[in-house]
């Protein structure tokens, strides 16, 4: 089977097939959280949809350097220069230093994370742990021409820059009018360009995360920390870049332009972004206060749910999407993913033990069919990383497993080659691109207790009460559980 990936590049709009720049090896950054609060539900989708990214390249045995950095100094309050440093501002309120908040809040990250079944990155640096490279960005950058220091800050000119490359590119803006939606300098601004940015900022007194610098005392502005430790983990030049969208327009924007003016080249071949996380329609943010916390959502203490979901439908939840759509919340969409969820976590408990009957003639047509569903998964995932259409496959797989599990067909109808390579796909796809687990509470216990309404049917059947016996059937059925009896004389279940 022809495994070529193609991926949808936000720079140039068009999906291309993706090939590293070294065979063999990848190398993706992803812009990582702000550690001056909890991470909600929105921050959760993007790092999960990069999650299966890294996942599926894994799969594919690619070699993957995956850098995802920690912001914990220099994103002001705005994507702009305006207002306080955000992690400053939360150590101001709580009165601790600010290295306190930046551990809570990377310690909850990574719980959440974890939560999600998401894997760490390979190497996952701060910002503060990178003032030294920054500021060696901010030399280079000057020493080409393309910024300049007022008063202990250094700006970014973006008109100069502008003159020989495309600062919209990615955003497919032009400079006019990205300049006629910007507000006007006031009187007291030090830029030069309505469009220039802050690659060094000067602090005052009370600004409690500042170092020295050749401008004096100060702190980087948020879009330098990553062209910095991109640079220093993967190259001037690597593969991926990726984010939420919500990062075109400024930071990586803006990211572009000072690697193009301190290396001369765009840092990244392919840029990767995620559509947002939204309520009612409206992005999901931590200012809009429509957010949701995780741990609000596994326990149902928030206003806007019926209920507590489990990290897994979640996960799943958002893999019923394409990383590129945007995603509306609703319990009823929640509700609809948990029972596919669970039907699908229950075919990969059950396929654990199944064993392949022994070997028949070998009906065709269902060889074929299932080797199909397999190349399905593989298709799907070429397809920019295509989830929705990989559950899919991953479902028409399941009715096949579920029907040998239960011996509603005879698995020896297939060949040996094709039964262990269903198991392997839907094993690989389920657990390691997908990055699903059986839940606890969808294993054992959910069978115990069908065994129980099994025996009752069992016995109300055995006492010639039917209507209870039918009633339990079609009960459990209309919630997803389908009994077969089977001619020994035992009762199977399965989700249907
Ligand atoms: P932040 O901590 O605000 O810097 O955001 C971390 C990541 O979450 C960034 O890649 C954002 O683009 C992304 N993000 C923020 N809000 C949402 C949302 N509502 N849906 C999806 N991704 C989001
Ligand atoms: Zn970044």
Redesign the pocket.
């Known amino acids: 089977m022809e495994q070529k990936l193609f991926v949808y590049n936000s720079l140039t709009r068009n999906k291309e097939e993706f090939k590293p720049l070294n065979p063999g090896h990848v190398g993706m950054y992803?812009?990582?959280?702000?550690?001056y609060s909890d991470?909600?539900?929105?921050?959760c989708?993007?790092?999960i949809a990069f999650d299966l990214i890294y996942r599926y390249l894994l799969h594919l045995g690619y070699k993957v350097r995956y850098v995802r950095n920690i912001?914990d100094a220099g994103?002001l309050e705005s994507d702009g220069d305006v207002g306080e440093d955000k992690v400053s501002k939360k150590a101001k309120i709580e009165q601790l230093e600010p290295m306190e908040i930046v551990q809570r809040y990377t310690i909850d990250f990574h719980k959440v994370m974890d939560i999600f079944n998401a894997l760490p990155p390979s190497i996952e640096p701060t910002a503060t742990g990178h003032i030294i490279e920054q500021i060696e960005l901010v030399k280079s950058i000057l020493a080409a021409g393309y910024a300049y220091e007022v008063d202990g800050s250094v700006y970014f000119d973006v008109e100069k820059y502008s003159q020989n490359n495309d600062y919209g590119a990615l955003n497919g803006r032009k400079l006019e009018d990205m300049l006629n939606n910007t507000r006007t300098l006031g009187g007291q601004d030090e830029k030069r360009g309505k469009l220039d940015f802050a690659l060094w900022i000067k602090a005052k007194p009370e600004h409690l995360m500042q170092w020295p610098s050749p401008w004096g005392m100060g702190f980087p502005g948020w879009h330098l920390e990553c062209s910095a430790m991109s640079n220093k983990y993967l190259g001037h030049q690597f593969d991926i870049h990726?984010?939420?969208?919500?990062?075109m327009p400024t930071h990586h924007t803006n990211e572009i332009a000072q690697n193009i003016a301190c290396c001369g080249k765009t840092p990244a071949n392919y840029w990767i972004h995620?559509?947002?996380?939204?309520t009612n329609g409206q992005?999901?943010?931590?200012s809009l206060g429509n957010?949701f916390l995780p741990h609000e959502l596994f326990t149902g203490e928030h206003a806007l749910l019926k209920k507590g979901y489990s990290p897994m439908v979640i996960r799943f939840f958002f893999l019923q999407a394409s990383y590129r759509s945007t995603?509306d919340f609703s319990n009823d969409a929640i509700d609809a993913a948990e029972i596919f969820y669970k039907k699908l976590s229950e075919t990969a408990r059950k396929l654990a033990s199944l064993q392949q009957n022994a070997l028949t003639a070998v009906d065709e047509e269902t060889d074929k069919a299932i080797n199909g569903f397999c190349d399905d998964c593989y298709y799907s995932m070429n397809d920019n990383f295509n989830s929705p259409k990989t559950l899919e496959a991953l479902n028409n797989l399941s009715k096949w497993i579920n029907s040998y599990a239960a011996s509603i067909r005879n698995s020896g109808e297939i060949t040996a080659q094709t039964f262990e390579r269903m198991k392997k796909t839907y094993t690989d796809f389920f657990f390691d691109v997908l990055g699903l687990k059986v839940e606890d509470s969808d294993s054992g216990d959910t069978d115990e207790l069908m065994q129980l309404i099994i025996k009752l049917r069992n016995e109300a059947k055995a006492g010639k009460d039917y209507a209870t016996s039918d009633k339990i059937r079609e009960g459990l059925k209309s919630i997803g559980f389908q009994l077969n009896d089977n001619k020994q004389g035992t009762t199977d279940w399965v989700r249907i």
């Open positions: 992803v812009c990582g959280p702000t550690v991470v909600h539900l929105g921050n989708r993007t790092f912001t994103h990726g984010g939420g969208m919500d990062l995620t559509n947002m996380l939204t992005k999901m943010s931590k957010s995603v």
